[in-house]
């Protein structure tokens, strides 16, 4: 089943398309656009997650088993939007990411809002404990970021850019602060930017309040163990209150999109 519930009333309304297809690229990209950016100021941070119906954000460690074909056709309309995904190093180690790739159903909308055939990868790292021989880092269709802190170890710096990628100081001491590591990305115009986690990072873009949309499937599963939810970290003093911005539902999969009040 394919539906969609407008935020206006919540009320059920089957789609004209019908209710037997699978929601175009184009339709999905404009249900998930980012919002109108006054020229030079600021940013969008959005976070993409899946979580069970209990609450587990992952499942023997990755998110993967918690995922439908309808989450990844999303997952990838977001990243074809997207200047950029900041993602932690860990959940590069454990998802085994790879350079995000140019997609023809995205060219003419990319080129037309200035971007790039494919976003940046921005990886956050205090350590640089990362392996620099994977395609993420020696093949990529843009060169790949490193955010990491001005105390970080210089051999690792000097072996990430040895290796193509290019490391952004956007803190202080060897961690990466999130509001700087959000206006660093700014300053070079990537401003459409897009977290895929893992917890630990978006637990820490929540605390600073620097995020400012989450993408949540809801996925119908039950994993019970212990395993994380989608935000991890120390809690905050004031629970962040976001507004429904859209609902989605697909054999049973709820894609729901809010924006920080």
């Known amino acids: 089943m394919r539906r969609l519930f407008p935020v206006t009333d919540m009320t059920a309304h089957e789609t004209d398309a019908g209710a037997d297809r699978e929601w175009s690229l184009d339709e999905l990209a404009d249900a998930y656009g980012y919002p109108e950016l006054p020229e030079g100021e600021g940013a969008w941070l959005r976070a993409n997650m899946v979580s069970s119906l209990d609450g587990a954000g992952q499942h023997d460690g990755r998110s993967q088993p918690l995922s439908s074909d309808a989450d990844m056709r999303i997952f990838g309309t977001l990243r074809g939007l997207a200047d950029v995904v900041v993602v932690g190093a860990e959940t590069v180690r454990l998802e085994g990411y790879r350079p ?5 159903a995205f060219a003419a909308r990319r080129a037309a809002a200035g971007q790039g055939p494919a976003p940046v990868i921005a990886v956050v790292s205090a350590s640089l404990s990362l392996d620099f021989s994977l395609p993420l880092f020696t093949a990529p269709l843009v060169p ?19 290796a193509g990628a290019e490391v952004l100081v956007a803190g202080d001491g060897a961690g990466v602060e999130p509001d700087r590591a959000k206006a660093v ?9 897009l977290t895929e986690g893992g917890p630990r990072l978006l637990g820490q873009f929540v605390a600073a309040e620097a995020l400012d949309e989450l993408c949540l ?9 212990g395993a994380q939810r ?17 609902l989605l539902e697909q054999d049973g999969f709820l894609f729901t999109r809010y924006r920080r009040i």
């Open 100 to 104: 995000a790739r140019a997609r023809e």
């Open 217 to 225: 499937t809801v996925s119908p599963t039950m994993t019970a163990g």
């Open 230 to 246: 989608i935000a991890g970290g120390p809690p905050v003093a004031v629970p962040t209150r976001f507004a429904v911005a859209s």
């Open 185 to 193: 990305l700014a300053e070079r115009g990537l401003r459409r930017q």
């Open 144 to 162: 790949t970021l490193i955010l990491t802190g001005a105390a970080a170890p210089v051999e690792r710096v000097r072996a990430a850019r040895e």
